[in-house]
């Protein structure tokens, strides 16, 4: 069974561009989740999706973050303008819906300079 | 809110030593209690879990019992190899969301 896909694995950008991270969650899996993970911290939550509904994005900071996920399948979450304190992996976890075993994929790692 | 709290690391030990982690968690209701290990270059994968008071998760020979009256979750290994170096985060899932909450995660190095 193939597992959570992310892409690009790293990107560098300057601060105040504009950046999107991609995820495909394993097959079959309803909920999808969006972690922040900076250096030295666990990962927090920033978007929760069940389908392609939102259930929970009460830690996104939404006048610069942005995530979708259409057709209730892959996601892409959006930086713009990107600043410094954004550097961090970006994790994105899957699950079946209404289980707590989510499965995570090896993450996008941001530098913003 | 709902948090967890992990022992501080880095923790560093030699091979075919005792490991203890330890973590604490607060919630509100009784929560899905988790350790993830992630180890270098790799994302993070499920150790074990816990669903309910007394319950003892267990894998790859580490341990973690769900104590409700000292809202602890500690992991253990008796014997720890160089293949366990890696980061450890416990994490806890409340009862209604499917959201995990981490703690900060504790680096293990084993030494040969």
């Known amino acids: 069974e193939a597992g959570v896909a992310q892409s690009p694995r790293y990107k560098i950008i300057e601060k105040r561009q504009s950046v999107a991270f991609w995820c495909n969650p394993i097959s079959g899996h309803a909920t999808l989740y969006w972690y922040q993970q900076i250096l030295g911290q666990g990962p927090k939550l920033l978007i929760q999706f069940q389908n392609n509904g939102v259930v929970d994005d009460s830690q996104l900071p939404k006048d610069r973050f942005s995530a979708e996920r259409l057709k209730g399948v892959d996601s892409t979450l959006k930086i713009q303008p990107a600043k410094l304190e954004d550097s961090a992996v970006y994790l994105c976890?899957?699950?079946?819906?209404?289980?707590?075993?989510?499965?995570f994929g090896p993450g996008t790692r941001l530098t913003v300079l | 809110g709902d948090s967890v709290t992990q022992m501080e690391g880095p923790v560093t030990l030699s091979e075919e030593a005792f490991l203890t982690i330890n973590c604490t968690y607060t919630a509100t209701g009784y929560p899905s209690l988790f350790w993830y290990v992630q180890y270098p270059g790799e994302g993070l994968q499920l150790l074990l879990k816990?669903?309910?008071?007394?319950d003892k998760g267990s894998n790859k020979g580490f341990e973690a019992t769900y104590r409700k009256e000292t809202t602890s979750f500690h992991l253990e290994k008796g014997s720890v190899q160089v293949s366990d170096s890696a980061v450890y985060f416990c994490?806890?899932?409340?009862?209604?969301?499917?959201?995990?909450?981490f703690g900060q995660g504790t680096r293990l190095t084993i030494n040969p």
């Open positions: 976890a899957s699950s079946l819906a209404g289980t707590h075993e989510q499965f």
């Open positions: 816990a669903t309910k008071a007394d």
């Open positions: 994490a806890l899932s409340d009862q209604g969301a499917q959201k995990l909450v």
